[in-house]
């Protein structure tokens, strides 16, 4: 098996062998010329961190996180609701709803940095930010983010339970408050897909959800109100 998930466990780094998620360790952020989150947001993190190409490199609940590209199981479900954004804004008048993969969200006030599995962004705001020639988004901007799980980082992206309470992106998506966060979650033990409604600020938590089972379809209620197709939806091996 090969080398990388690290953990953060006080002094002491305890690396796993098989999935490709790098931690980096509070020795190698005091390292850093700056904090993580503005070496991100200047772009310049990635010059600091020994990450594979094509590896995505975030600041999660102040942590730098680099993970290995997602796989095939990963990316089509994420293209299915994608598919499902851009098609309904074709076929429907008044559907003002554009997507985004693959560019960060800066979340100033949280000090994280995000790249999301897609985003959700009306057509205005995007244009506008195209025009603009920024290189990020931030949270104002965009209404509805989504995450697919994998294996190695589902922590991440999950309401978080124990010692982990307040530290990840499901926190801070409420922190920001974006109003949308459609969550897929792809371990055999859940094999569900969560939509995350009413951010609370102050708390980083949301406080109502709606769950479909693999198989189901998903109704995205108003602003969206479209329908997604999950019978190709699986979860990932044991």
């Known amino acids: 098996m ?18 490709g998620v790098k931690v980096l360790s509070d020795e190698e952020v005091a390292l850093l010329p700056d904090t993580p989150y503005n ?11 020994d990450a594979p190409e ?18 095939l199981p990963h990316n089509s479900i994420a293209g299915d609701i994608n598919y499902a954004l851009v098609r309904a804004h074709v076929l429907q008048p008044g559907f003002i709803w554009r997507t985004d993969n693959g560019t960060g969200m800066s979340l100033v006030g949280v000090g994280d940095g995000y790249v999301p599995d897609l985003m959700a962004i009306d057509q205005d705001v995007y244009l506008a930010a195209r025009r603009s020639g920024v290189r990020m988004l931030v949270p104002d901007q965009v209404e509805m983010v989504v995450e697919v799980t994998s294996y190695s980082n589902a922590k991440n992206d999950r309401e978080p339970t124990g010692e982990r309470r307040g530290k990840n992106k499901w926190n801070g998506y409420a922190r920001a408050e974006i109003p949308y966060y459609l969550l897929v979650d792809r371990s055999p033990k859940v094999a569900k897909s969560i939509l995350y409604t009413i951010p609370d600020q102050a708390l980083g938590a949301y ?21 997604i197709d999950t019978a190709e939806w699986k979860p990932w091996d044991d």
């Open 2 to 19: 090969g080398a990388s998930l690290l953990y953060d466990d006080g002094e002491q780094i305890v690396r796993e062998e098989s999935h």
């Open 39 to 49: 070496l991100w947001v200047r772009g310049d993190l990635d010059d600091y961190v």
């Open 54 to 71: 094509g590896s995505r490199v975030e600041v999660i609940g102040g942590k730098v996180v680099v993970s290995p590209p997602p796989g």
């Open 207 to 227: 406080l109502h959800q709606e769950a479909w089972e693999f198989g189901e379809t998903i109704h995205l209620p108003d602003p969206f109100d479209i329908e």
